[in-house]
């Protein structure tokens, strides 16, 4: 299996704060990275599919790059309704389709 | 628009089957996606199960391949999951996805849209 590795697994930040998470792959995985966000108690919500492409009525701020192993999302000028965790997902080959651990974003 | 709703017993004994069906509302099940199942355990990540295409064909999780089967009905347009043997460790929020797929360069495949996830709880 591919293991997907995500840091940092909690993150701290502000309003108006611009963060960024990175994922890792086990093995080079093209730009097959998908990200999700999740807030508590409903489903993941797609963001960006293909490592950079951003998924329709998702807000310019958040944005996604990279290729082989190292990937990384960022959202640009946090907003309230950001704070939740994001995950990401390699689609490179299946079975299994694997997620990272997960990374909350926690408001300071 | 695409919308995708689980159902099924939120409590299951021990080494008994968890069953659940998921509905495909808004679009038909015989697209070229396919159709999976994810679960996620308390306080914990992301675990895809398997998933089906509308021919019937399979693709399961290697840890869990040998106690899952999922199943579609074309007619009621929609998919099920069996899990057999159950055990503490797989009490779990349940979700259905749509496993779509674009053709850039290469075809790409990601989850969406996702169902509202179900509980289910395996205790005595």
């Known amino acids: 299996d591919i293991q997907m590795t995500q840091s940092p697994l909690f993150l701290s930040a502000s309003v108006g704060d611009s963060v960024t998470i990175t994922c890792r792959a086990s093995q080079s995985i093209s730009s097959y990275l998908n990200w999700y966000q999740q807030k508590p108690g409903k489903a993941p919500n797609l963001l960006i599919y293909?490592?950079?492409s951003l998924q329709s009525g998702v807000p310019s701020r958040f944005s996604g790059s990279g290729s082989g192993t190292d990937f990384t999302l960022t959202i640009s000028s946090l907003h309230p309704e950001d704070f939740a965790t994001y995950y990401c997902?390699?689609?490179?080959?299946?079975?299994?389709?694997?997620f990272g651990q997960g990374t909350k974003l926690e408001l300071k | 628009q695409v919308q995708l709703q689980e159902s099924g017993p939120g409590l299951v004994k021990p080494s008994g089957t968890l069953s659940l069906t998921c509905a495909v509302g808004g679009g038909s099940i015989t697209t070229s996606d396919w159709w999976s199942w994810v679960r996620q355990s308390p306080g914990k990540g992301l675990e895809w199960i398997g998933e089906i295409y509308h021919s019937g064909s399979t693709n399961y999780n290697p840890s869990l391949k040998s106690r899952v089967t999922i199943s579609v009905d074309k007619s009621k347009n929609q998919f099920s999951l069996k899990l057999r043997s159950v055990t503490a460790a797989d009490t779990a929020v349940y979700y259905c996805?749509?496993?779509?797929?674009?053709?850039?360069?290469?075809?790409?495949?990601?989850?969406?849209?996702w169902g509202q996830g179900t509980l289910v709880t395996v205790s005595s």
């Open positions: 997902q390699q689609s490179y080959n299946r079975p299994p389709y694997t």
């Open positions: 996805a749509r496993d779509t797929s674009a053709t850039f360069s290469n075809e790409y495949n990601w989850f969406d849209p």
């Open positions: 293909a490592a950079s």
